[in-house]
């Protein structure tokens, strides 16, 4: 069965440092996204991709946070200047259409900042 | 807010016990999810109900939706130890966009 992968499994980064979270979604969807998870915390929506350019994102994705489709399968996630706060749980999820589906999710990235 | 609040934030119970979790939100969505996550790794998707229908059904799992209510509820009949995990539920709703709105989940525990 198809499913999104991620790399790396866990990223140790020093505050201020550029980190690039990888995902590979599965090869026929074409809706795109990321969540974090900060530890004992929701699941918290960042941002959706579609066609090539971001459709929503959320406050929490700010001027620090990019994505990028670079190639055909895979989807970036890139955090400009971590701060500790952005220590987290990335999760990379695609989805076939837009509405009334359900998202498949990656395994996760565990983003620590030190 | 989208979303409301999940309950019970845990939750303990027996194999072979049916457990039932709860989730309410806010505004009007176009479907409810529920999502299964084990300690530390990703999520996965285990049933989608539409803003039309009132019960779903997928193996052990049933569903409950009332709209009325802004309410939706899980039961896992016949619990087993591997059951054991935490339980979201998540709403979409188009006046939101296509996101995933997370609710605070339940940590279910089945003891064998």
């Known amino acids: 069965e198809p499913e999104v992968t991620q790399t790396p499994s866990h990223q140790v980064t020093q505050m201020g440092q550029e980190v690039i979270l990888r995902c590979v979604p599965i090869?026929?969807?074409?809706?795109f996204y990321w969540y974090r998870q900060i530890l004992g915390q929701k699941v918290e929506f960042l941002v959706s991709f579609y066609n090539n350019e971001i459709s929503e994102k959320s406050e929490i994705f700010d001027d620090q946070f990019s994505v990028e489709r670079p190639d055909g399968s895979n989807f970036t996630l890139k955090i400009r200047s971590t701060k500790l706060e952005d220590s987290a749980m990335y999760f990379c999820?695609?989805?076939?259409?837009?509405?009334?589906?359900?998202?498949?999710f990656g395994p996760g990235t565990r983003l620590t900042v030190t | 807010s989208q979303q409301g609040e999940e309950d019970p934030q845990a939750l303990s119970i027996q194999e072979g016990e049916n457990a039932t979790m709860n989730c309410s939100y806010k505004t009007s969505i176009n479907n409810l999810q529920w999502y299964r996550q084990n300690s530390g790794r990703g999520l996965v998707h285990l049933i989608l109900?539409?803003?039309?229908?009132r019960e779903k059904h997928s193996g052990r799992l049933r569903v409950t939706l009332d709209t009325s209510k802004k309410s939706s509820s899980l039961l896992i009949t016949a619990s087993r130890a591997a059951d054991t995990a935490s339980y979201f539920c998540a709403t979409v709703s188009m006046e939101y966009g296509n996101k995933l709105v997370f609710g605070a989940g339940t940590i279910l525990r089945v003891k064998s």
């Open positions: 090869s026929n969807h074409l809706y």
């Open positions: 999820a695609s989805s076939p259409r837009q509405a009334l589906v359900e998202q498949y």
């Open positions: 109900i539409r803003s039309n229908e």
